[in-house]
Each structure stands twice: as C-alpha cells, then as structure tokens.
C-alpha cells in the first residue's frame, strides 16, 4: 500500500488523457489446442525503442486448458471514490482468469512490465465453493473490490443456476461471494460496468456454457436462444431495477460502454448478429426521469460472399456477417471503436451526439473473405477482436483471436496471433501503422490488450471532466 495514491489514478477522464504515454502493453496469449500453457506477453509500444513491436518478456501459466480470454487490474481510478474508496492501493496487479478452466491467476507488475511475474493462483474450487459460479470472463475495479462476471452457473456444464457477478478483496484476493441479492429476470451474463456516482450499472449478456464451449451452435441461433437483453441495476443496492429485451433477433449483446463522464446518463452496446438479416449493430441506452431506455443506433450490413469461399458455418446464407465483437470508447467520449471481426474491418464512429453515430474512419485487416494483409506486409488472419485506446485517445491497438473453438468455425485455416496499431487523426479517421506488427510465439493466438499504467478500458472516473 502506497502511503499517497498512484500516479496512475485519475480523478477524471480529462485528467487521465494528460498522463505520460504507454510504453508497454500487456496481452494475453491463449493456446486453442490447450497443448502448451496460456500466458501473458508484454509488448513494446514505444516508436524511439529498438525492441518497437516486439514481445520483451512473457509470463508462462503453470497449467493447461485455462483459455484466457479478458483481464484487468487489481484497482484502478475507481479507488477514488469518495464512497469507500481505497486511495491508496497501488495499479499493481493484474487479474487473469481462466474462462475454461475457472482458475484465476493473480500477476504482479511491481518493478515494470518487464518483471512481470505470478503472485497468486485462485484454484476454481474456491471459486466454486464461494459463488456458485464458473467460467470466469471480465475484470472491473471497484471502489471496495474486484468484481469479476461469470458466464456459467454450477455443475460440470455451469447451468445448475444463472451466471452473475462475484467480489474479491483487492489486496488479499481472496474470493468474498455473489454480488447479486436481487437479480430478477437476469439468466444469462457477459459485460458490465457502472456509473459510480450514479450508483447504478448495466450488465449484459451472452450464452450459456454449452452454448459456447464447443463452438457456436447454429440450431440456438437461428432459434433466437442467445442473450438479447440488458439490465440495469442499483449499484450499492445489488438489485436489478430494469430489464430491456432488444428483439430476440437481436443475438448476442456483448460489450456494453458507459460515457466516461459521469455527468453523462448514456452509454453504448455492441450486438454481434440480427438473425433476420446479419447485420451487426450499435445500441445507445440513457436514462432519463429515473427510467432507462435504449435504441439502435447504428448498423453494419454483411457483405455478400461466392458459397465457396465461406466456411461451412455460413455458406447458406452466402455473405459475411460483419460480427461486432468489441467496442471501445475514447476517454473524451468523442469516438467508438467497433470490431468487425467477420467483414475484417474495424470501424470508427464520432459519437459526440450519442443517438446519431456517425461514420468518422475505416480500416480493413483480415477479414473471412477479404483476407485483407497488414500494410507493412503481415499475413494478418482472423479480424480486428478485442481493441485497446490510448489514454490520450491518439492510438488504437487490437489484436485478431475471439473464442478457441469459434476461430475454429470462422476461420478454420486457423488464426495465427497478431496486434497491430493504428494512428488517429486530430479530426477523425484511423491509418493502420505499417511498423507495428506483432508476432508472438507460434501455436498461440493473441486476445485482450491492457496498456501499462492503466487504459480506457478498466478505469471508471469519480469527477465530472471540465
């Protein structure tokens, strides 16, 4: 514990944009064969380094079959909190859990990135044992604690009751119990984040285990069995207030993405397929005299595609979903972000007027069948997944991976792991950096992104920004 807060503590988005420059990014390498270990590579992102855009150290998990997928920090801007807050917690540990294995690993930074090591293993006995839960998935830091979202309930399969949400101590890590005391309609789980002087939060949802594990399954799908709902709840109280069915073909509401300011009552949803005609969307909710709401804002078309260039999973419909996987917001709350894992195409929206999103930059990478190469020569398979935002909103990384068994199905020539960046305009549009192009250790794909001395993506502002 430090004895003044960590400098990388910000008690507004404005204030977070104003912090020195990463050097280093953490990312998450997954074997989808479970043959090797999963493990965590930091990467160089520094342009004046000789070692720009390579692995400098990696951190190799003890067990097989964990299957990372999303990670986050021990605490975060969140401690700030003038509602028991912890001030003086240092953004020191990351917490990476395992969605297959329900193990989570608890990896100390202190002394940087570089001596990035293992400081604690969670078995998933205790996981099970304190919650109920399994298969954990996403990471937030809270005033008081970490809350981690499940995608599965109890029993082998991880349907013996709905997923939901658990707390951990901050320091000690030690697994403390469900978060929910009143859920409601809520079933099913994927994101969530909050509003912390709103004092309330929105979570969203996926599928179930068996749903997912094996690989999509096509039947649940075009029969409309995948999440399409998302709940708000009262923060502090641990109740769902409000349940919004989006249209059950509406399949997959994933990422959800609240305005960083937190004068502002909105927030953003990514959802990845409308079963009707493919396309993916965005979805804008806000709250207004005390009720929420939430409307679509804006649409991606698939793209047509020759029968014989698809994978088998989509040769009857002949085209390419586009497939909206991840979203990520600016800290000025000024552009979206939107991976289009499917078409190989990640979008970027000016969302200064949250209802009308607006088309402000575009680039192709990847793709089904665009099979789009990196700029700087690079055999980039899969599509823009799971992407990160500078603090200063002048960078975008991603990298290409979404689900072991789902790469199988999209891509089933396989998807070598890959993170590439790309540049912002000062007004918009995005260029894809032809010297940045990471390769990491064959047999291993690449997943989800955090930036050293925190990012857009965790941190949750206590103050307005002015």
């Excluded at 399969?157 to 000690?172: K, L, R, S, W």
């Excluded at 999103?357 to 823009?384: E, F, N, Q």
Aim: proline share 8%.
């Amino acid at each position: 514990m430090t004895v003044r807060p960590d400098r990388t503590f910000h008690a507004t988005a404005k204030l977070a944009m104003q912090a020195p420059v990463e050097n280093f990014a953490y990312t998450l390498m997954l074997s989808p064969d479970f043959s090797r270990p999963d493990g965590l590579a930091i990467v160089d992102v520094d342009p004046k380094s000789k070692d720009y855009g390579k692995v400098v150290h990696s951190v190799i998990m003890p067990n097989k079959g964990d299957e990372f997928h999303h990670f986050g920090w021990n605490a975060c801007s969140s401690a700030l909190s003038p509602l028991n807050g912890h001030p003086f917690l240092e953004r020191r540990f990351l917490i990476i859990p395992g969605i297959r294995s329900s193990r989570i690993y608890v990896i100390d930074t202190k002394g940087g990135p570089t001596k990035a090591k293992i400081h604690k293993v969670i078995e998933p006995e205790e996981v099970f044992a304190k919650t109920g839960y399994s298969r954990p998935h996403t990471i937030h830091c809270g005033p008081e604690g970490i809350y981690v979202s499940t995608l599965g309930g109890g029993g082998p399969e991880g349907t013996d009751g709905p997923p939901g949400i658990f707390v951990m101590d901050c320091e000690t890590f030690d697994v403390i119990g469900r978060y929910e005391i009143d859920r409601g309609p809520q079933d099913k789980q994927y994101d969530f984040w909050w509003n912390l002087p709103r004092d309330y939060m929105v979570s969203s949802e996926w599928a179930l285990p068996p749903q997912f594990e094996k690989g999509i399954v096509p039947e649940d799908l075009l029969s409309n069995k995948y999440g399409h709902r998302v709940h708000f709840w009262d923060l502090r109280e641990r109740r769902n207030v409000q349940t919004i069915d989006l249209g059950v073909n509406h399949q997959m509401a994933l990422e959800v993405r609240p305005a960083h300011d937190p004068v502002k009552e909105y927030g953003f949803l990514g959802v990845v397929v409308d079963t009707t005609n493919l396309e993916g969307s965005i979805w804008t909710w806000w709250r207004e005299d005390g009720k929420f709401h939430c409307e679509k804002t804006a649409t991606i078309p698939p793209e047509a595609a020759a029968k014989d260039d698809l994978p088998p999973l989509l040769q009857g419909f002949e085209a390419v979903p586009p497939l909206v996987t991840d979203i990520d917001l600016s800290l000025d709350d000024r552009f979206l972000y939107v991976s289009c894992w499917g078409t190989g195409e990640m979008r970027q929206y000016d969302v200064t007027d949250p209802m009308k999103p607006k088309l402000a930059g575009s680039v192709h990478i990847g793709g089904i069948t665009r099979k789009t190469k990196h700029p700087g020569g690079g055999d980039y398979r899969g599509g823009p997944q799971m992407v990160e935002i500078s603090r200063d909103g002048k960078r975008v990384y991603w990298t290409n991976s979404l689900y072991s068994t789902w790469d199988d199905q999209f891509y089933p020539d396989g998807i070598p792991a890959a993170m590439v960046k790309a540049s912002v305009g000062e007004n918009g549009g995005i260029t894809l950096d032809k010297d940045f192009y990471v390769k990491f250790p064959e047999g291993y794909r690449s997943h989800q992104i955090r930036l050293e001395g925190g990012d857009c993506s965790t941190d949750s502002f206590c103050y307005p920004s002015v």
